[in-house]
């Protein structure tokens, strides 16, 4: 995980996360001890343009992350695209 990585963090990251979130990697905070298999980060939190809204430090499990800029880390799920259903058209 590198500086300047997009994440999707939903329930796989971390139970923490009801409403998945986009976030902007800052650094990954690798001094803290933590459990094995879970990671802090400090990341910006985007809103649905793009923009930094909060910076937050967060407690994630690197497993679950989604990169959704085409990288991916060791052991990442990469971003899938959401299908949206699309209405059939009844002829008048």
Not at 20 to 27: E, G, H, L, Q, S
Not at 38 to 50: F, H, M, Q
């Amino acid at each position: 995980m590198k500086a300047g990585d997009l994440l999707r963090l939903d329930r796989t990251a971390s139970v923490q996360f009801c409403r998945p979130i986009t976030v902007r990697v800052i650094r990954e905070i690798a001094d803290r001890h933590t459990y094995d298999g879970w990671t802090w980060i400090e990341a910006y939190e985007l809103n649905a343009k793009g923009d930094a809204v909060a910076k937050r430090e967060l407690f994630v499990q690197p497993a679950g992350l989604h990169w959704l800029d085409g990288r991916a880390g060791e052991g990442a799920v990469v971003g899938r695209r959401v299908r949206t259903a699309t209405r059939k058209r009844v002829p008048a």
